[in-house]
């Protein structure tokens, strides 16, 4: 069986088995794709010619491009007045990178821009969901330009594309516009088979011991309720509840939303309820006199509330946007409070949780975020307009701490909500900066707070440089670096992740994959790490009615503007996100693969007589699997397995497929699957095995010279242990990792892969022999490079 899906599979992608020209490439992808590849070669041409502006993203730094000024002549028109503008055929070309065609200046409000295609004419009206008096939004796909069929005509194909103004109204610019910016690359391996010109792995085992229970420090079930979230508020618009009747049976729940204080209380979503304004007797403080009325009635809400979830569901709110009156002098719309305000502002937070949470007689959010991603400039000024930023934000999150809980005893609030999680960047100063925080707030936070994102990189572990994001192991190296810390600073405390998925957004079925494929892999590595988690918040929005545009969301809306009404309308492919998870459930069970470093990631758990294994190929290359499941008397009855993948750029779901054996399991490039195993009874487990993890006594060592941690684990009753090495350096190592414990030396490890530009941080984990184990270890890391980190060393046992 294993040869004839070998052979079929082989057959299949022969023709990437080998390196083949460009134009070899062109003649399999589909004709956009290769007009729309060659739309973005032009890109560095295009900045050259046109006034541009980039932005770096904050959670990977990606350069991405935000505008293009489109170049006219500012123009009036009297009233039934029109005229046409064109859009040059260079810009009209890239026109589908950005989500908007801005026109800017006066007396739009009420009006109309209509398209002009060259291949059906007038287009009728082309607005976006919002108009406004000096900025009118064009969606860009209101001209479905047809990069199928263009490019044989060269530009000549994308001339004639017009806008069409009637007066009277005053234009003074046109700008292609994408507000979070957009990628400047494009990756046509998303139409090959992943992997396709790689050897397909056939060595791998998954073993699954439903002989024994497993705790991960006293975690031993499943959390439906701290994993199976999504980044939506439980209360808040008619559509979020539609999509919540859709998503709460399938056992998810709203997770985590920002409240931006100045756009919702200062200046209003609507002209008929009351504005806060300042304290004329106190400055810097909110008037309260109006909340009486904001939180007079939560009836409503309160019903919907407990007609959609349970009455104690628990969820995180994040603060920002403080109102003009408090804000910093540098005020760059994220509503940074000055220093002199700190206390105000806090008082304003206090007294919102104290009135909503009245309002909705006890229904509030559990988890309090101060600041949303405060270690940017971008969101806490103060990093740009003084020396001491950081020492800054951890005063003001203890002072808005101890305001909250001075008024809400049992609340839990934290931060820094990190965007930027590059631990390693500076040679660890980042580092420095959160841990810093954690000493600074120590005696005031209930938790410390997250973010992680991928970006569109479609194969994360075959990059030209060291990845810099954080599925290739620099999750795990952050998570216990920030962990050890907390141990050795006598401050542990719990993890929010308040937002983790894809920064990548696109309609491409290629585009669905990437974000569906990070999600899934993250969802696996969390749940490994259960016990040091709150909760944890994938950013998968329900529905944007804020932005019916968007396709970063899963339920969507139609051309119009206009809500789908039913699922199968409705829903995105995000959908499958939900639909791959809904079933999984139970105990946990111990599971692992045969290779420390083989980027195979598993976990199991038991629910009844069902036995649920999840495993996320995390290589570039394709891979045969075999599930090695360890029973007592019971019989398999049914074997199931449920994933998602992409095949030459489509994207496929498959939903409980049924299998013929747990042996010679095909998986591809970056694809998990969940498998549901059904026995004839249900197991009986009267055994526990502990996981359980041991950090040395010092972090963020120097390479280039022996550096000696010292970890003290128990000795008794440890059936198997791991020591892991994390380790980091920008432009990777050359030299070796050499690693000793208890004077018992470790092969070398390998680090070459690594020496390549751009920042390296991983982890490398050993298998240790048992009965070299002391109560107090000693272990020697050695890497003869200089410049790099020895961030954490850990021992993580088996424990029976």
């Known amino acids: 069986m294993k040869l004839l899906k070998k052979a079929m599979i082989i057959a299949s992608t022969l023709f990437f088995a080998f390196p083949i020209s460009a134009a070899e490439i062109a003649a399999n992808l589909p004709d956009y794709v290769v007009n729309e590849n060659a739309a973005y070669e032009t890109l560095d041409t295009v ?13 990977d730094h990606e350069v991405r491009i935000q505008n293009i000024t489109v170049p006219i002549e500012p123009f009036t028109l009297a009233a039934n007045e029109t005229k046409e503008i064109e859009i040059p055929a260079d810009l009209a070309r890239i026109m589908f990178i950005f989500s908007r065609l801005d026109a800017y200046g006066s007396g739009f409000k009420n009006k109309y821009i209509e398209g002009i295609s060259p291949h059906v004419g007038n287009t009728g009206k082309v607005a976006d969901q919002w108009i406004g008096d000096t900025n009118y939004q064009v969606k860009t796909n209101s001209f479905a330009i047809n990069h199928a069929k263009e490019l044989s005509r060269g530009d000549q194909a994308y001339s004639g594309y017009k806008l069409k103004f009637t007066g009277p109204v005053v234009v003074d610019s046109l700008k292609l516009v994408e507000p979070n910016g957009a990628s400047m690359t494009m990756d046509t391996r998303a139409w090959e088979v992943l992997g396709g010109d790689a050897p397909i792995l056939d060595d791998i085992i998954v073993t699954v ?32 509840y539609t999509v919540a009747e859709y998503f709460t049976p399938k056992d998810f729940m709203p997770g985590r939303q920002i409240f931006k204080f100045g756009p919702s ?15 004329a007797s106190k400055p810097g403080y909110a008037d309260y006199s109006i909340f009486p009325e904001l939180f007079s009635n939560g009836a409503s809400e309160i019903a919907v509330f407990d ?81 001491n930023g ?3 934000l951890a005063e003001f999150h203890n002072i808005t701490a101890d305001a909250i809980k001075a008024e809400n005893p049992d609340a839990l609030v934290g931060g820094p909500t990190s965007a930027w999680m590059a631990l390693d960047n500076g040679n660890f100063s980042k580092a420095e900066q959160n841990l810093k925080f954690m000493d600074d707030t120590a005696n005031h936070l209930d938790f410390y707070s997250y973010h992680f994102y991928e970006s569109k990189n479609l194969v994360l572990n075959d990059t030209d440089s060291n990845y810099v994001g954080y599925l290739t192991g620099r999750l795990e190296a952050d998570l216990d670096l920030l962990r050890n810390h907390m141990i050795n600073t006598n401050n542990l405390k719990p993890i929010v992740i308040s937002e983790t998925g894809t920064l990548h957004n696109g309609p491409e079925e290629s585009d669905y994959w990437i974000k569906l494929k990070n999600h899934n892999a993250y969802m696996v590595r969390y749940m490994n790490r259960a016990n040091e988690f709150d909760i944890v918040v994938p950013f998968v929005i329900p529905a944007t009615w804020w932005s019916p545009a968007s396709d970063n969301i899963l339920w969507t809306y139609d051309e119009n503007g206009k809500f789908y009404p039913t699922p199968e309308t409705g829903l995105t492919d995000m959908k499958y996100f939900i639909e791959m998870w809904d079933e999984y459930n139970g105990d946990l069970l111990p599971a692992y693969s045969n290779g420390v470093n083989n980027n195979i990631h598993v976990h199991s758990a038991q629910d009844g007589n069902i036995i649920y294994v999840a495993v996320t190929n995390m290589n570039a290359q394709r891979a045969y699997i075999d599930l090695d499941l360890k029973l007592q008397d019971e019989q398999i009855e049914k074997i199931e397995r449920t994933t998602t ?27 998990t699957s969940i498998f549901k195993i059904t026995l004839n009874e249900s197991p009986e487990i009267n055994t526990t095995l502990t996981k359980t993890t041991y950090y040395g006594d010092v972090t963020l060592q120097p390479t280039g010279t022996p550096a000696t941690f010292i970890i003290n684990t128990p000795t008794d009753n440890v059936q198997s242990s791991i020591l892991r090495i994390s380790l980091g350096r920008h ?70």
Not at 51 to 58: D, I
Not at 267 to 277: A, C, F, H, V
Not at 367 to 375: A, C, H, L, P, T
């Open 390 to 392: 950081w020492e800054l």
């Open 209 to 240: 011991d439903a002989t024994n229970r497993l705790s991960i420090e006293g975690i031993t079930e499943f959390e439906n309720r701290k994993f199976k979230t999504l980044y939506a508020y439980p209360i808040g618009h008619p559509h979020g």
């Open 47 to 59: 900045i050259e010619k046109y006034e541009t502006k980039t932005l770096v993203q904050v959670n």
């Open 307 to 387: 007609k959609l979830y349970p009455t104690d569901l628990e969820y995180v709110v994040c603060f920002d946007n403080w109102p003009s009156w408090t804000v910093e002098g540098i005020n760059n719309g994220k509503g940074t409070p000055a220093e002199q305000h700190f206390a105000a502002a806090a008082d304003l937070a206090a007294k919102y949780i104290t009135a909503h949470d009245a309002e909705l007689e006890g229904r509030g959010p559990t988890w309090i975020e101060v600041k949303n991603e405060s270690d940017i400039t971008s969101e806490w000024s103060h990093h740009a307009t003084s020396d």
């Open 645 to 671: 993948y992409l095949n030459l750029g489509e994207l496929h779901f498959v939903d409980n497929e049924p299998l013929d054996s747990l042996n010679d399991i095909f998986m591809h490039v970056e694809e």
């Open 731 to 800: 432009g990777g190592f050359n030299a070796p990792l050499n690693v000793s414990i208890n004077d018992y030396n470790i092969e070398s490890y390998d680090l070459s892969f690594t020496n390549k530009p751009d920042r390296y941080f991983g982890y490398v984990d050993y298998v240790i022999p048992t009965d070299i184990l002391k109560t107090q270890n000693e272990i020697t890391v050695t890497v003869p490079q200089n410049g790099g980190k020895i961030s954490t060393v850990a021992l993580i046992h088996l424990e029976n």
């Open 265 to 279: 209380l200062e200046t209003g979503y609507d002209s008929s309820i009351p504005k806060l304004t300042e304290d």
